[in-house]
């Protein structure tokens, strides 16, 4: 399985941007997908996720009400809509699936399968 995020880039602080990342190889199975951020020097944070069937969201508490989770899934393809962006949001993005049954332990990095190479986000304020 390959995941292929793109749609980074700078933007001004109250901006926005649409990340997306799309799936490839066996996209037949069924996988719960996540987006988390990682800035320099620090860990990687929980952003959003997403279940396979599109059904249920979540999002990290930072981002609530700002970015929205959604999934294409004749297309491969889920997709980070983030608005009114902030300079705290500056990190490099990366998308994740994972094939557990559940998503109560969505939050955690170490859950996820799969992992796409990351896309650059800052925010200039």
């Known amino acids: 399985v390959q995941l292929q995020a793109s749609g980074g880039g700078l933007v001004q602080a109250g901006g926005s941007l649409r990340l997306s990342c799309e799936v490839s190889?066996?996209?037949?199975?069924?996988?719960?997908m996540g987006w988390f951020h990682q800035a320099p020097g620090k860990e990687r944070e929980f952003v959003a996720a997403?279940?396979?069937?599109?059904?249920?969201?979540y999002y990290g508490d930072s981002v609530k009400g700002r970015f929205t989770i959604s999934r294409d899934r004749a297309k491969n393809t889920v997709y980070l809509q983030m608005n009114s962006l902030k300079p705290e949001d500056t990190a490099v993005y990366y998308c994740?699936?994972?094939?557990?049954?559940?998503?109560?332990?969505?939050?955690?990095?170490?859950?996820?399968?799969?992992w796409g190479q990351g896309t650059q986000v800052t925010v200039s304020s």
């Open positions: 994740a699936a994972s094939t557990l049954p559940t998503m109560v332990h969505r939050e955690n990095p170490r859950v996820y399968d799969y």
């Open positions: 997403i279940r396979y069937s599109g059904g249920s969201t």
């Open positions: 190889g066996h996209t037949s199975s069924s996988y719960d």
